[in-house]
Structure formats: C-alpha cells, structure tokens
C-alpha cells in the first residue's frame, strides 16, 4: 500500500469510513487528498454510493459540534452531488431553477445559499445563455426588442468547461469555410476512386461526399446493418481519395481499438486485393497520444458514443482549416458519458447534415438491419433469418438467461455459426443480477480462460474491459491480457497493438460488458441479454442489435417487457448547452 493510500486510510479511520474508500478518494482527490478529506469530510460524498446520511454521520464524528447543517462546505457537497447524479444521466448542466429543489431535497435547507457555496469554492461553474429564439422577443415601440433574462446553468467544472471547450473548437473549424475541393472535381473524384476500386455508390452518398469536400464540419447519417457497413466503408475510401488528390491528408478514427479493427476489416472487403490503397483506422487513443494532426480532413466512425468531453479533444486535435467529418447512427443510444454531442450538432443547424445510404439490395435489407431498422420505429417483429444471423433465445428467469449466454458463447454459435468464442461479445442490459454483467463474467471465466485469478482477480488470457484512460487506451477498450510486468498489465487489443496498463482499478472482466460499455464497438458475433425487471429502452435494444456484424442472439427474460420498453421508452432527454454554444457563438 502506498504512503498516498494510508494517509488517506488514517482520515477515513477517524471519521468512521472504510479504509477501502482510500485509492478512490486519492484518484479522486489527487495527491492532496488526505489534507483535503481531513479538511472538509464531506468530500465523502464524490464518491459514488455513499450517501448524504454517511458523509454527515463521518463528518459529526470527525468535527464534532463543528458540523453543523449549514455548513458551506456541506452546502457545497450538497450541490456537487446533485449534479454528479445528473452527469451519470447524461446531463453536461442543470438548470438553476431545477438545481434548486434537487438540493433542497437532499437536506438542504437554504438551496440558493448551498448554490452559492458551490460556486464561490469553485466545485461547481455557472454559465448562461439566452434564448436566440424571436418568439420570446418583446417589442417596445421603437422597435429594438427587450432581452430575455439569461438562464443561469450550474456544471461540474470539468464537464461545464470541457462541453464550452467543444463548442469555441467547432466554431473554430466552421469559422475556417475553405472547401477542399469545388463540387464538380469532388464529384469527379468520387466517380474515379468508385471505379479504380470496381464499385458504385447511391446518389445520396455521393452527395454526401461532395458535402464533406466544401463544408469544415458535417454529420453524416447512416442505418443499421452490414449492408450500411458496407457503404460507410465505400465512402470512406472515397473521402480518402478527395484528401489525396487534394493533398490535405485524411486522418480516420474510431472510439475504441476494437471499432478501428472492425472499421479495416469493412475497408479490406470493399477493397478487395488492395487494402494499403486505402485508409487505416485508429482509435482516439492512438489519435491522441499522436498529438494535434495536420490533415485536412479528420473523420470520426461510430460518433454516437461520444460524450462531450472525448469529442472536445477530437475537434482541439483537428488543424486550422481542417474539415470534420462525424459519422453517426441517430437512432443509438447517446454516450454513457455527460453530452449527446451529434445530436446537439444537428439541432444547432451550424454543421450540414448529409447521408449516407446504401442502395436498396434486390433482397432488401438483412435481418439484422431489418430488426434494428423495425426497433427504431418501436417494434420488434420475428424476422426471417435463413443463415441464422438474428436469434431470439427466451428464457423463463435470470438465472436461464444466464445459462443460455453462456451456451451461446462457449457452445451453440461456435458450433453452428463457425464463429470463435473470442468473437462473440455479450451485451448485458444490466451490471449486477444473475444475468448482469459480473455473473455472467464470472461465469464466461470458468468455462473459457479457468484459473486462480492470482492477479487481483484476473489471470493471462482472460478477456478484459479497459475503465479509464491512459498511454494507447480509452474507457471502452477490450483485449486479451496477456501478462504481469513492474510496469503494470500489458493487454494485447483488438487490431494487435499491445498496451500496459498501469493501474489495476482499469482493468474489468471483459466477456460480458454493459450497453454503455459496448458502445461504439462492434464484434463479428453478439449476444444481447435482457434480464427481468430491466428498464428497458428502444435506444439501448436498437444499440445491442447495431453491435452485431454476422450474428446477433437475444436472450430475452423480461416476460413482455422488451417489446413494451422498445415501443414506449425513447431516449431520455438530456440537459446539455452545446445548442446554446454553438448558436451563441
């Protein structure tokens, strides 16, 4: 244990807290932590799970009389937790009117005093923005219209600033407005790359693609499905002709190592014998730790999963001048973390938007584009799938499902579909439960990679979810671990680059991830599984399904639930100021 961790264990003994609660409030707290806890014993409540009674019963134990219910420092905690519990819904910001009742319902008895406190101790950041909207305009008789009165948000202050972050990068890469290339040469540039590379693409993706030549930053849209794959990847190699030829260079992305192997082994196929003629892949990760780019053409796949934060450092990478592409499915879910970045860029009306869209196949779509397709309209029909590529699975309990996943993934679709076990992923709409993400890890474990679990509970060749962010990685990540060394584990990710992570609270068992988890990835084979009692939502089905490339199973225990949730559970509404930023700027 480190000299960081016991000092902060020695403040948690005498506030009656467990010692385990140490290495988080240090990663939380940084290297000060044990001063800052022993100072203010309400920081307790940055931590996820302990709740305002535990931190005020540490707090009475640690400062006596001193803790009083209107203490600042309470009153500022107070504010801080509310909006972490927004930030965990998405929410980059709160409106102050509604901030107010929430603090007061979490014990505060003077709310606009705890708003105040957060503020001028710098735990929370507020913003305003007036609505640009001429229907809120009151006209005086001389014509000049009177101002509405600002609306006051309060953010944390790394999630309010990062999101302010990405709207002033985005209005700096829209201020650029240089085309790359006029209309008629992008144009004929796509007609020339469609025939080296023997294919054709729909007049709306060639639209499309002259769009990405004359506008600095533009959404392109595109459906579910290995048929839309397939036309995203044909774009793609277009758009890498229009920044060859044009000589600006093209830079391709992805939010995780797994999306990039997924997103060159789309290219490989459109390309047939010559892959190297085309563009590779890289996550953000790599992106980022390569440092500010001078391409002139920067596109992002999977954009949808995204939260505001990841996408700030995106846009911070992208050169003066340089064009920036998001390519985005808006039916999926938005981001596990604070922001519905694509969606704020649509509404905002300061980016074009375009599609992308594969021609209609004689066949029409395949069965899982077609049930993806069906979800997001708010059903779920049986579909006809001849090569077994969609399967319902239903189960009576949890503890069915969870021994159908494991079927599935050790047995039945190695079996019957010629896919190996360590390329099927299971998506599970839960973390805990019987069939939640730790049981069916656990459960994956013994049967695929057994072992003592000598490592912090992990051992070499387990599959392996990365939780944070470091040299080469991001949250999201899966890989192989392949081994120990002093420098921390070193996991072997998909596409075959190998990373050591030094912090062993990164590393999650990677079999069964969660949605939010699963975002933004996509395997050859997944295995959605829907438990009892889950909330279940159309966005969160409809993303399961969009993970899939060959095969998706659906274990589905909810008893009804599935079908009512896709039919009546849109995706929550997020509070967020992006809209603002960009109309304002």
């Known amino acids: 244990m480190s000299e960081a961790v016991e000092q902060v264990g020695a403040v948690l003994d005498r506030m009656g807290a467990p010692r385990a609660l140490a290495p988080r409030l240090l990663a939380l707290l940084g290297p000060g932590a044990a001063a800052e806890l022993d100072a203010d014993p309400w920081l307790l409540l940055r931590v996820p799970r302990v709740s305002v009674e535990q931190a005020d019963f540490c707090a009475r134990r640690h400062l006596g009389e001193a803790a009083r219910p209107d203490d600042p420092r309470r009153l500022a905690a107070l504010t801080v937790y509310a909006l972490h519990r927004a930030a965990a819904r998405g929410h980059t910001a709160v409106e102050e009117k509604r901030l107010l009742p929430m603090v007061g319902q979490l014990g505060a008895a003077a709310p606009r005093a705890a708003l105040e406190a957060a503020e001028s101790s710098g735990a929370a950041v507020v913003f305003e923005s007036t609505d640009d909207s001429d229907d809120d305009f009151d006209f005086a008789e001389d014509g000049v219209p009177?101002?509405?009165?600002?609306?006051?948000?309060?953010?944390?202050?790394?999630?309010?600033?990062?999101?302010?972050?990405?709207?002033?990068?985005?209005?700096?890469?829209?201020?650029?407005?240089d085309p790359i290339m006029d209309s008629a040469t992008a144009a004929e540039t796509v007609d020339a790359a469609c025939a080296k590379a023997g294919f054709t693409v729909s007049d709306r993706t060639r639209q499309a693609l002259v769009t990405v030549a004359l506008r600095p930053v533009a959404v392109l849209r595109h459906g579910?499905?290995?048929?839309?794959?397939?036309?995203?990847?044909?774009?793609?190699?277009?758009?890498?002709?229009?920044?060859?030829?044009?000589?600006?260079?093209?830079?391709?992305?992805?939010?995780?190592?797994?999306?990039?192997?997924a997103l060159d082994a789309d290219l490989a196929r459109v390309l047939g014998g010559a892959p190297e003629e085309g563009p590779r892949?890289?996550?953000?990760?790599?992106?980022?730790?390569?440092?500010?780019?001078?391409?002139?053409?920067?596109?992002?796949?999977?954009?949808?999963?995204?939260?505001?934060?990841?996408?700030?450092?995106?846009?911070?990478?992208?050169?003066?001048?340089?064009?920036?592409?998001?390519?985005?499915?808006?039916?999926?879910?938005?981001?596990?973390?604070?922001?519905q970045v694509v969606a704020d860029i649509v509404r905002s009306r300061v980016?074009?938007?375009?599609?992308?869209?594969?021609?209609?196949?004689?066949?029409?779509?395949?069965?899982?584009?077609?049930?993806?397709?069906?979800?997001?309209?708010?059903?779920?029909?049986?579909?006809?799938?001849?090569?077994?590529?969609v399967v319902r699975v239903p189960a009576s309990s949890a503890e069915e499902a969870a021994h159908r996943v494991v079927q599935l993934v050790t047995d039945?679709?190695?079996?019957?579909?010629?896919?190996?076990?360590?390329?099927?992923?299971?998506?599970?709409?839960?973390?805990?439960?019987?069939?939640?993400?730790?049981?069916?890890?656990?459960?994956?474990?013994?049967?695929?990679?057994?072992?003592?679990?000598a490592h912090g509970g992990f051992d070499p060749g387990d599959r392996v979810l990365l939780a944070a962010a470091g040299p080469g990685y991001a949250p999201g990540d899966t890989g192989v671990l392949r081994g120990f060394g002093e420098a921390g584990?070193?996991?072997e990710l998909s596409g075959g680059a190998e990373v050591t992570v030094s912090d062993p609270s990164?590393?999650?068992?990677?079999?069964?991830?969660?949605?939010?988890?699963?975002?933004?990835?996509?395997?050859?084979?997944?295995?959605?599984?829907?438990?009892?009692?889950?909330?279940?939502?159309?966005?969160?089905?409809?993303?399961?399904?969009?993970?899939?490339?060959?095969h998706v199973s659906l274990v589905d225990a909810t008893g009804g639930a599935l079908e009512a949730g896709v039919r009546e559970n849109t995706a929550p509404v997020r509070t967020t100021r992006l809209v603002h930023i960009l109309r304002e700027g």
């Open 146 to 177: 009177d101002l509405p009165d600002p609306e006051r948000f309060l953010a944390l202050p790394d999630v309010g600033h990062g999101e302010q972050r990405l709207g002033e990068q985005l209005l700096r890469l829209i201020g650029g407005n």
């Open 224 to 261: 579910p499905g290995p048929e839309q794959a397939g036309e995203v990847a044909r774009a793609l190699v277009c758009m890498h002709a229009i920044a060859t030829d044009s000589q600006v260079g093209m830079v391709l992305a992805a939010p995780t190592a797994q999306a990039a192997a």
């Open 281 to 339: 892949a890289v996550s953000l990760a790599a992106l980022a730790a390569a440092g500010p780019q001078e391409a002139g053409l920067v596109v992002l796949c999977e954009s949808m999963s995204l939260g505001a934060a990841r996408a700030a450092e995106l846009a911070s990478l992208c050169a003066d001048g340089a064009h920036l592409v998001l390519l985005a499915d808006l039916d999926q879910a938005p981001s596990a973390t604070p922001g």
């Open 351 to 389: 980016a074009h938007t375009a599609e992308v869209a594969a021609p209609e196949a004689e066949r029409g779509p395949g069965p899982i584009a077609e049930l993806a397709a069906a979800v997001a309209g708010g059903e779920v029909p049986e579909v006809d799938a001849p090569a077994r590529e």
């Open 412 to 453: 039945s679709i190695p079996r019957a579909l010629e896919i190996p076990a360590d390329q099927v992923q299971v998506v599970a709409a839960r973390e805990d439960g019987p069939a939640g993400a730790r049981a069916l890890n656990a459960a994956c474990k013994e049967r695929l990679n057994p072992g003592p679990g």
């Open 489 to 491: 584990a070193s996991v």
């Open 506 to 550: 990164a590393l999650r068992p990677g079999w069964a991830v969660t949605v939010a988890a699963a975002h933004g990835g996509r395997w050859p084979a997944v295995v959605g599984v829907f438990p009892p009692g889950v909330p279940v939502s159309r966005p969160q089905v409809y993303t399961t399904l969009t993970r899939a490339v060959r």
